[in-house]
């Protein structure tokens, strides 16, 4: 500079002046396209991975934008997808959340298409504006709507409370005339209402086939593609607590990411596509998962192993690979999470001993969520006995066991279950818990842990109850009686039992012995007592109540003599003063209050090897 003339240095700072001051001025270009500026006919490009981890592209054809001027006012971006396979294959489930980029910015995520046999692959596109915005709103967690749970619960009453909590999945408007049609005067806003999110691929690991089949059409009208694959040997084979903080490897938009709900021996994962990576900020799908709103789930990476053509519903064929971070939000437009350390998930431990000399143990961790948990929980179960133990024929299962809840304790599981399909039951009676649990109208309740361990045989070990009695016809007051009651097995062998039953010093008039199994004592408590199935007032009583949930291998034995008692706040209170009636008589109003004429005088259960049935009462007249 020093050699130049000053004139021409005066010249070059005049200039580099000038073109920091145009710069300056400039508009900063956005990284996204937005919606308005959008016009049919344009060519955007898209990615995404159709096998292995290479990233193909593919052009959208803009056709124009659908606007839903009623509600949150969503619009979504409508194209004409061609390029790799989608000639042949149409839109593909898997694709939800493939990146589209016009000039080199982002439009959105591929996230709907135009229903089944379509001749051409149209999708709806979710600007990625709608994404993010969603991504940042953070009101708690939507509560579950009730759901009610027959008693005595049966497998398919199971099956329909999980499918009653689930919401359908909605197509983007439900009417033509919710639809406003932008940028194309020859789109007719009716298509809105035939376009639907792109089916989700749901890769289950290890599960039976019959014992994941009768819940497979409740995924499938959700929007999912259950696809029964191997166990993933990326997978740990446990990812119990805090899955650790993994270094992520750098993920790319238009890779395929995964959202783990079981993992171990068992497997279960939903796959869809990355759309953008901000930082450690990740969106996908351009459409919700299931809705949830706020979430705990692990994200992971996934391998797109081939495609799968179909004229119905093509879709990815994938495997979920190693942990990577957190899928933390769960909206209408996006699903989105943070990379790094995955989310502490519910440890569950099985241990099958068979007479056949054989035990297995199964590790298994699940997502903590009022929503699958129940229904990750009865797969488990299911799966392991179905797996190991025959499925056809008669059999039985002695579960015992715990489910650990954060802060209240335990919920304890033993009884006993025999029949032609006993393995059913098994995983009802640990599931229905666990369900209500979750789904309390009381307060949260998070369960920590379940350990179960099963005892299963090849012989049915079920007995009738044939007769009661004991010696004589009278009985004196403070005095013991012989019980006596016979059983006879499926084999027709004979067993007695006897109970001594101590006779009050009250007793007055005659009293009434009754022996029965845990149903039919239920139905009398019901029906005398006016004591429903999980009538509780608080989250401690329910607890109470599950605990002491009667059981198939017991029989329980009741002294009933008249008397004053109340069912208050649904306890059965017997052999009241009758100070303390009258003064529950007259508050009748200050809460939960039912007079009874039936005092309970003793109570006992017997333990049995049987699945016990039957209910017998005898009379006793007590001597003066």
């Known amino acids: 500079m020093r050699n130049l003339p000053l004139i021409v240095v005066r010249l070059l700072a005049a200039v580099a002046a000038l ?29 995404t991975v159709f096998e292995g981890d290479r990233l193909d592209e593919f052009q959208a054809h803009i056709i124009g934008v659908l606007h839903n001027v009623i509600g949150p006012r969503r619009d979504l971006i409508l194209a004409r997808l061609e390029g790799g396979p989608l000639a042949r294959t149409g839109v593909i489930a898997g694709m939800s959340g493939s990146p589209v980029y016009i000039d080199g910015r982002l439009v959105g995520a591929v996230s709907y298409s135009l229903g089944q046999f379509s001749t051409e692959p149209i999708a709806g596109i979710t600007p990625i504006g709608e ?18 749970l027959d008693t005595p619960l049966t497998p398919e009453g199971l099956i329909a409370s999980l499918r009653q909590a689930f919401s359908a999945v909605r197509p983007f408007a439900d009417s033509p005339g919710d639809i406003q049609v932008l940028g194309n005067a020859e789109l007719h ?15 289950l690991g290890g599960f039976d086939a019959g014992a994941i089949a009768p819940l497979a059409s409740v995924f499938r009208d959700q929007g999912f593609v259950p696809v029964v694959a191997g166990v993933s040997p ?43 990576v901000d930082g450690d900020r990740v969106y996908a799908f351009g459409h919700p998962f299931y809705g949830l709103g706020p979430t705990q789930f692990p994200m992971t990476r996934a391998h797109i192993l081939t495609l799968l053509p179909s004229l119905a519903n093509s879709s990815k064929i994938a495997s979920t690979g190693e942990v990577i971070g957190t899928i933390e939000q769960d909206r209408a437009t996006t699903i989105a999470g943070t990379l790094g350390a995955g989310p502490t998930l519910i440890p569950v431990h099985i241990t099958l001993k068979s007479e056949r000399g054989i035990e297995e143990m199964f590790d298994m961790a699940m997502v903590n969520d009022r929503l699958f948990t129940p229904t990750l929980a009865y797969l488990s179960i299911l799966s392991t006995l179905n797996s190991y133990e025959r499925q ?34 098994a995983a009802a009676y640990v599931v229905a818990p666990i369900n209500v649990l979750l789904r309390n109208d009381f307060e949260d309740v998070e369960l920590e842990r379940l350990d179960l361990q099963i005892e299963a045989s090849e012989e049915p070990r079920s007995a009738t109850l044939e007769r009661v009695w004991v010696d004589g016809r009278r009985a004196a007051p403070g005095t013991t009686v012989q019980l006596k009651m016979l059983l006879r097995t499926y084999r027709g062998e004979e067993i007695t039992q006897t109970l001594p039953v101590d006779i009050p010093a009250r007793a007055r008039g005659t009293v009434s012995i009754m022996v029965a199994d845990g149903t039919s004592l239920s139905q009398w408590e019901a029906r005398e007592l006016r004591i429903q199935p999980l009538q509780a007032r608080g989250l401690p009583q329910m607890i109470r109540v599950l605990n002491n949930t009667r059981k198939h291998n017991r029989l ?62 005898l009379t006793l007249a007590i001597e003066e």
């Open 19 to 47: 073109v920091v001051l145009l710069v300056g001025g400039l508009p900063a270009q956005s990284r996204t396209f937005p919606v308005d500026e959008l016009r049919a006919g344009m060519v955007g490009i898209g990615r």
């Open 131 to 148: 994404m993010t915005d969603a991504a940042t709103f953070s009101a708690p967690r939507r509560q579950v709507p009730a759901v009610a």
């Open 189 to 203: 806003a009716g298509i809105g209402t035939m376009l639907r999110p792109i089916a989700t691929p749901l890769t």
């Open 234 to 276: 990326l997978m740990p084979r446990l990812a119990q607590g805090a899955s650790g903080a993994v270094a992520a490897p750098r993920l790319r938009p238009g890779d395929p990411v995964g959202v783990s709900l079981m993992s171990g021996d068992l497997q279960m994962g939903a796959t869809g596509t990355v759309t953008e």
């Open 392 to 425: 056809n024929g008669v059999a039985s299962y002695t579960v015992r066991g715990t489910a650990a809840l954060k802060g209240h304790g335990s919920v304890a599981f033993e009884n006993l279950f025999t029949g032609d399909q006993p393995s059913l039951g």
């Open 556 to 617: 329980y034995v009741r002294l009933l003599g008249g008397g004053n008692g109340a069912v208050v706040e649904g306890e059965s209170l017997s052999s009241l003063p009758s100070s303390v009636m009258a003064v529950l008589e007259s508050d009748r109003n200050g809460g939960s209050f039912s007079p009874l004429r039936t005092a309970m005088l003793g109570e006992w259960d017997i333990a049995t090897e049987h699945a016990v049935t039957g209910a017998r009462t």
